[in-house]
């Protein structure tokens, strides 16, 4: 089982409605972008942290590996290429979201040096998945337990 972080600050509601994340698979200039590829890592049962606003809101575990999809956000068209990766996602919504500031003291020496979902100042980092390693995503499994009793990952 692998960890990852996702950033979903404009996509949140649809993609947990949907039970999906999706990410297009080149930029503007026809470019492969590493935080998009990641989502070809993705193998069910990773867990996928949901930040949103600076907390995180949802413990997803994958259902399905990624698949080539179009883009589902009507409003962002424009904005991202129509071709993209969809991965299928279980989201258990957390009751109480953990704020990522709080824990930014213990989350920080997690980071990778290279590709880190958090700058040094401690704000989430521009791009959509970052894939993390076992000790900080042990460390945010064990925040949002904590934060919600009760949390289950099993379906």
Not at 13 to 41: D, I, S, T
Not at 116 to 129: H, I
């Amino acid at each position: 089982m692998n960890y990852f972080i996702v950033f979903q600050n404009k996509t949140f509601k649809e993609e947990k409605n949907g039970q999906y994340l999706w990410a297009p698979q080149r930029n503007n200039r026809n470019g492969k972008v590493f935080h998009w590829e990641n989502m070809k890592k993705v193998q069910p049962g990773d867990i996928i942290f949901s930040m949103y606003r600076q907390e995180m809101v949802s413990v997803n575990v994958a259902t399905k590996k990624a698949i080539e999809a179009n883009n589902p956000f009507i409003e962002h068209e424009k904005t991202w290429a129509r071709n993209g990766w969809l991965v299928k996602a279980d989201y258990k919504v957390l009751s109480r979201p953990v704020s990522m500031k709080k824990h930014m003291n213990e989350i920080l020496p997690l980071c990778p040096p290279k590709y880190s979902p958090f700058t040094r100042k401690g704000t989430g980092a521009q791009g959509y998945l970052f894939e993390i390693d076992v000790n900080l995503g042990d460390l945010l499994l064990e925040l949002a337990k904590r934060n919600n009793s009760g949390l289950n990952l099993n379906k």
